[in-house]
């Protein structure tokens, strides 16, 4: 099955469609159905064949240049609801940051998404808007994540957020995790563009979870080719130790790829699997901690 991922906006979640006998192109529109009705959407990825039991709908038809100029109408519309939605709030002195709005194609609904410290009581903001647009009003309250997802950004890896280009669902991430990677406990490093805790901590979880297992931790002492030394500082990227080894006259450091002490250290693999899995560390108290991975 020839498969292509498609985005209905500039950033956010990426939707997965068959396309079977369509050429498409990094950037290209095409029309899907989706549960608010149908769409247009664009290419956000080179066409992939996957062999998958698993149901995908299809893309209708390649767009044409009347549903690429009311697309580019509905843009302009966005950008002066958006706007407009502002100076009511302001006149109303709701306490909320207004992040985006969005129109269905057929332009039946109109979606605010804002963001807010706690509830808000925003029943007279939908009567007025409701009033000034002539449309289904729906505002939708969203955590910071899901701002950054919207808005989309560059990570400070250069590449762009993850929540944008391929994170489609938002799992927990909390201090265990970079305390387990050897991460330095600064919210500076360890935040991401949204002010929570960086995603890819979760999701590189498995990677360092199988050098947990595989590799020694600082303090074990291990064999190698110039003997028995004392393990001082393990890197899980380049999976490298050093070695600290002391004599009667001097201590030195050395540094070594485990794959050249792995044989010497058999056992280890045994005696770190009965260790507790970096999963299972206590927590850490720290106000930028964010334990459940979801927005309040």
Known sequence: MKIVNLRTRDAGVTLRYSCDGYALSLGDAVMIDTELGEEIAFVAQEPYVEDTKEEIPAIKRIANEKELDKYYDICAKEKDAFFKCKELIAARSIEMNLVDCEYSFDLKKLTFYFTADGRVDFRELVKD?????????????????????????????????????????????????????????????????????????????????DAHRRLPEAGARIRT???????????????????????????????????????????????????TAFNDYPDMNGAYSDSDGEEE
């Open 129 to 209: 808007l409701a009033y000034t647009f002539r449309t289904r009003i729906e505002l939708r309250q969203i955590g910071s994540r899901d701002q950054a997802k919207l808005v989309g950004g560059i990570g400070m890896c250069g590449r762009e957020l993850c929540c944008c280009s391929f994170l489609n669902r938002f799992a927990p991430v909390n201090l265990k995790l970079a305390r387990a990677q050897g991460l330095s406990l600064n919210p500076g490093k360890l935040n991401g563009a949204c002010g929570r805790l960086m995603c890819c901590l979760q999701f590189e979880k498995e990677a360092y979870d």
């Open 225 to 275: 080719p110039n003997g028995m030394g004392l393990v001082t500082d393990v890197n899980y990227i380049e999976e490298t130790v050093n070695v600290k080894f002391v004599t009667e006259n001097d201590t030195e450091i050395e540094k070594f790829s485990w794959a050249a002490l792995e044989d010497l250290n058999h056992d280890m693999a045994k005696r770190n699997s009965k260790n």
